[in-house]
Antibody, heavy 120, light 112 residues
Framework: QITLKESGPTLVKPTQTLTLTCTFS??????????VGWIRQPPGKALEWLAI???????RYSPSLKSRLTIAKDTSKNQVVLKMSNMDPVDTATYFC????????????WGQGMLVTVSS | DIVMTQSPESLAVSLGERATINCKSS????????????LGWYQQKPGQPPKLLIF???TRQSGVPDRFSGSGSGTDFTLTISSLQAEDVAVYYC?????????FGQGTKVEI
Protein backbone atom coordinates (compact mmCIF):
# COMPACT_ATOMS: atom_id res chain seq x y z
CA GLN A 1 0.00 0.00 0.00
CA ILE A 2 1.53 3.26 -1.19
CA THR A 3 1.09 6.36 0.95
CA LEU A 4 2.62 9.83 0.78
CA LYS A 5 2.41 12.73 3.18
CA GLU A 6 3.61 16.30 2.85
CA SER A 7 5.03 18.23 5.80
CA GLY A 8 6.51 21.65 6.34
CA PRO A 9 5.52 25.16 7.40
CA THR A 10 2.01 26.36 6.73
CA LEU A 11 3.04 30.00 6.77
CA VAL A 12 6.14 31.57 5.27
CA LYS A 13 7.12 35.19 4.82
CA PRO A 14 7.90 36.76 1.45
CA THR A 15 11.51 36.21 0.33
CA GLN A 16 11.91 33.19 2.62
CA THR A 17 12.77 29.70 1.39
CA LEU A 18 10.08 27.03 1.68
CA THR A 19 11.19 23.51 2.55
CA LEU A 20 8.62 20.76 2.04
CA THR A 21 9.16 17.12 2.86
CA CYS A 22 7.31 14.22 1.26
CA THR A 23 7.47 11.11 3.43
CA PHE A 24 6.31 7.98 1.68
CA SER A 25 5.84 4.27 2.27
CA UNK A 26 5.00 1.25 0.19
CA UNK A 27 7.71 1.84 -2.40
CA UNK A 28 11.38 2.69 -2.63
CA UNK A 29 12.82 5.54 -4.63
CA UNK A 30 15.84 3.37 -5.32
CA UNK A 31 13.68 0.99 -7.37
CA UNK A 32 14.21 1.22 -11.13
CA UNK A 33 11.50 3.27 -12.83
CA UNK A 34 10.02 4.99 -9.80
CA UNK A 35 9.55 8.73 -9.51
CA VAL A 36 8.11 11.30 -7.12
CA GLY A 37 6.63 14.53 -8.37
CA TRP A 38 5.52 17.79 -6.80
CA ILE A 39 2.39 19.58 -7.98
CA ARG A 40 0.72 22.66 -6.52
CA GLN A 41 -2.72 24.22 -6.67
CA PRO A 42 -3.49 27.84 -5.78
CA PRO A 43 -6.84 28.23 -4.02
CA GLY A 44 -9.65 27.74 -6.52
CA LYS A 45 -7.27 27.27 -9.43
CA ALA A 46 -5.85 24.49 -11.57
CA LEU A 47 -3.00 22.09 -10.93
CA GLU A 48 0.55 23.22 -11.71
CA TRP A 49 3.41 20.77 -12.07
CA LEU A 50 6.61 21.80 -10.30
CA ALA A 51 9.25 19.09 -10.40
CA ILE A 52 9.98 15.38 -10.57
CA UNK A 53 12.75 13.23 -9.12
CA UNK A 54 13.56 9.83 -10.59
CA UNK A 55 14.98 6.74 -8.91
CA UNK A 56 18.38 7.38 -10.51
CA UNK A 57 18.60 10.96 -9.11
CA UNK A 58 17.72 12.51 -12.45
CA UNK A 59 15.30 15.38 -12.10
CA ARG A 60 13.27 17.86 -14.08
CA TYR A 61 11.90 21.25 -13.08
CA SER A 62 9.25 23.59 -14.36
CA PRO A 63 11.24 26.08 -16.49
CA SER A 64 9.32 29.02 -15.05
CA LEU A 65 10.40 28.06 -11.52
CA LYS A 66 13.66 26.25 -12.18
CA SER A 67 15.88 28.95 -10.69
CA ARG A 68 13.96 28.74 -7.41
CA LEU A 69 13.51 24.98 -7.01
CA THR A 70 15.66 22.19 -5.65
CA ILE A 71 14.50 18.58 -5.31
CA ALA A 72 16.41 15.82 -3.55
CA LYS A 73 15.83 12.48 -1.89
CA ASP A 74 16.88 10.74 1.27
CA THR A 75 16.43 7.10 0.34
CA SER A 76 17.16 5.83 3.85
CA LYS A 77 14.31 7.94 5.25
CA ASN A 78 11.93 7.41 2.30
CA GLN A 79 11.69 11.14 1.83
CA VAL A 80 11.81 13.66 -0.99
CA VAL A 81 12.51 17.27 -0.14
CA LEU A 82 11.46 20.23 -2.29
CA LYS A 83 12.92 23.66 -1.64
CA MET A 84 11.50 26.81 -3.19
CA SER A 85 13.39 30.05 -2.66
CA ASN A 86 12.28 33.65 -2.67
CA MET A 87 8.67 32.90 -1.81
CA ASP A 88 5.99 35.39 -2.87
CA PRO A 89 2.30 35.67 -2.02
CA VAL A 90 1.47 34.27 -5.48
CA ASP A 91 3.09 31.02 -4.33
CA THR A 92 0.28 30.51 -1.83
CA ALA A 93 -1.10 27.11 -2.75
CA THR A 94 -1.74 23.55 -1.68
CA TYR A 95 1.40 21.56 -2.42
CA PHE A 96 1.07 17.86 -3.31
CA CYS A 97 3.65 15.15 -3.71
CA UNK A 98 2.75 12.11 -5.79
CA UNK A 99 4.11 8.72 -6.89
CA UNK A 100 4.85 8.33 -10.56
CA UNK A 101 6.90 6.40 -13.07
CA UNK A 102 9.93 7.22 -15.15
CA UNK A 103 8.40 5.53 -18.19
CA UNK A 104 5.45 7.89 -18.16
CA UNK A 105 4.81 10.10 -15.23
CA UNK A 106 1.16 9.94 -14.55
CA UNK A 107 0.57 10.00 -10.79
CA UNK A 108 -1.31 7.10 -9.28
CA UNK A 109 -0.92 7.94 -5.61
CA TRP A 110 -1.04 11.39 -4.05
CA GLY A 111 -0.46 12.88 -0.65
CA GLN A 112 -3.31 14.79 0.97
CA GLY A 113 -1.53 18.04 0.24
CA MET A 114 -0.67 20.92 2.49
CA LEU A 115 -1.69 24.53 2.21
CA VAL A 116 1.23 26.93 2.34
CA THR A 117 0.39 30.60 2.79
CA VAL A 118 2.91 33.29 1.94
CA SER A 119 2.27 36.43 3.93
CA SER A 120 4.17 38.93 6.02
CA ASP B 1 5.38 23.99 -23.14
CA ILE B 2 2.45 21.87 -24.27
CA VAL B 3 -0.79 23.72 -23.54
CA MET B 4 -3.76 21.61 -22.52
CA THR B 5 -7.17 23.12 -23.21
CA GLN B 6 -10.28 21.53 -21.75
CA SER B 7 -13.86 22.12 -22.77
CA PRO B 8 -16.36 22.90 -21.48
CA GLU B 9 -15.30 24.73 -18.32
CA SER B 10 -18.38 23.42 -16.56
CA LEU B 11 -21.04 20.87 -17.33
CA ALA B 12 -24.41 20.09 -15.77
CA VAL B 13 -25.72 16.61 -16.45
CA SER B 14 -28.76 14.77 -15.14
CA LEU B 15 -28.26 11.66 -13.05
CA GLY B 16 -27.86 8.64 -15.30
CA GLU B 17 -27.00 10.72 -18.35
CA ARG B 18 -23.72 10.88 -20.24
CA ALA B 19 -21.03 13.46 -19.50
CA THR B 20 -18.34 14.22 -22.05
CA ILE B 21 -15.22 16.28 -21.38
CA ASN B 22 -12.78 17.26 -24.09
CA CYS B 23 -9.07 17.95 -23.86
CA LYS B 24 -6.92 19.30 -26.65
CA SER B 25 -3.13 19.51 -26.56
CA SER B 26 -1.16 22.16 -28.44
CA UNK B 27 1.04 19.43 -29.90
CA UNK B 28 0.78 15.70 -30.24
CA UNK B 29 1.35 13.61 -27.11
CA UNK B 30 1.54 10.38 -29.11
CA UNK B 31 5.03 8.93 -28.82
CA UNK B 32 5.84 7.16 -32.07
CA UNK B 33 8.34 4.70 -30.61
CA UNK B 34 5.76 2.99 -28.39
CA UNK B 35 2.51 4.23 -29.99
CA UNK B 36 1.26 5.46 -26.63
CA UNK B 37 -0.56 8.69 -25.88
CA UNK B 38 1.02 10.26 -22.81
CA LEU B 39 -2.27 11.58 -21.46
CA GLY B 40 -3.98 11.09 -18.12
CA TRP B 41 -7.29 12.07 -16.54
CA TYR B 42 -7.88 12.92 -12.89
CA GLN B 43 -10.92 13.54 -10.73
CA GLN B 44 -10.70 16.00 -7.85
CA LYS B 45 -13.35 16.48 -5.21
CA PRO B 46 -13.31 19.46 -2.81
CA GLY B 47 -10.63 19.22 -0.15
CA GLN B 48 -9.14 16.08 -1.69
CA PRO B 49 -6.08 15.37 -3.82
CA PRO B 50 -6.60 14.44 -7.46
CA LYS B 51 -7.43 10.81 -8.15
CA LEU B 52 -6.06 9.09 -11.24
CA LEU B 53 -8.85 7.76 -13.45
CA ILE B 54 -7.23 7.07 -16.81
CA PHE B 55 -3.65 6.82 -18.08
CA UNK B 56 -2.21 6.22 -21.54
CA UNK B 57 -5.36 8.05 -22.70
CA UNK B 58 -7.62 5.02 -22.38
CA THR B 59 -6.36 2.65 -19.66
CA ARG B 60 -8.62 2.70 -16.63
CA GLN B 61 -6.84 2.77 -13.28
CA SER B 62 -7.53 -0.19 -11.01
CA GLY B 63 -10.70 0.30 -8.99
CA VAL B 64 -12.14 3.01 -11.22
CA PRO B 65 -15.76 2.24 -12.24
CA ASP B 66 -16.19 1.21 -15.85
CA ARG B 67 -18.59 4.09 -16.48
CA PHE B 68 -15.41 6.17 -16.86
CA SER B 69 -13.68 5.81 -20.21
CA GLY B 70 -11.02 7.69 -22.13
CA SER B 71 -10.50 7.97 -25.85
CA GLY B 72 -8.62 9.94 -28.46
CA SER B 73 -5.14 10.15 -29.91
CA GLY B 74 -2.56 12.70 -30.92
CA THR B 75 -3.97 16.03 -29.83
CA ASP B 76 -7.66 15.39 -29.13
CA PHE B 77 -8.94 13.41 -26.18
CA THR B 78 -12.22 12.74 -24.43
CA LEU B 79 -13.25 11.56 -20.99
CA THR B 80 -16.72 10.06 -20.92
CA ILE B 81 -18.84 9.24 -17.90
CA SER B 82 -21.46 6.96 -19.39
CA SER B 83 -24.07 7.26 -16.63
CA LEU B 84 -23.45 10.08 -14.19
CA GLN B 85 -23.76 9.23 -10.51
CA ALA B 86 -24.06 11.69 -7.63
CA GLU B 87 -20.56 10.80 -6.45
CA ASP B 88 -19.09 11.88 -9.80
CA VAL B 89 -19.62 15.56 -8.98
CA ALA B 90 -16.06 16.89 -9.12
CA VAL B 91 -13.54 18.80 -11.19
CA TYR B 92 -11.80 16.77 -13.88
CA TYR B 93 -8.32 17.47 -15.23
CA CYS B 94 -6.33 16.14 -18.14
CA UNK B 95 -2.54 15.95 -17.92
CA UNK B 96 0.12 15.40 -20.53
CA UNK B 97 3.28 13.62 -19.46
CA UNK B 98 4.80 13.42 -22.94
CA UNK B 99 7.35 16.07 -22.07
CA UNK B 100 8.42 18.27 -19.22
CA UNK B 101 7.13 20.55 -18.01
CA UNK B 102 4.17 18.29 -17.54
CA UNK B 103 1.02 20.32 -17.93
CA PHE B 104 -2.58 20.08 -16.83
CA GLY B 105 -5.75 21.44 -18.34
CA GLN B 106 -7.63 24.16 -16.55
CA GLY B 107 -10.26 21.74 -15.27
CA THR B 108 -13.90 20.96 -16.03
CA LYS B 109 -16.46 21.15 -13.25
CA VAL B 110 -19.16 18.50 -13.47
CA GLU B 111 -22.42 19.12 -11.63
CA ILE B 112 -25.82 17.50 -11.44
Amino acid sequence: QITLKESGPTLVKPTQTLTLTCTFSGFSLSTNGVAVGWIRQPPGKALEWLAILYWDDDNRYSPSLKSRLTIAKDTSKNQVVLKMSNMDPVDTATYFCAHGYASGSYYDHWGQGMLVTVSS
Amino acid sequence: DIVMTQSPESLAVSLGERATINCKSSQSVLYSSDNKNYLGWYQQKPGQPPKLLIFWASTRQSGVPDRFSGSGSGTDFTLTISSLQAEDVAVYYCQQYYSTPQTFGQGTKVEI
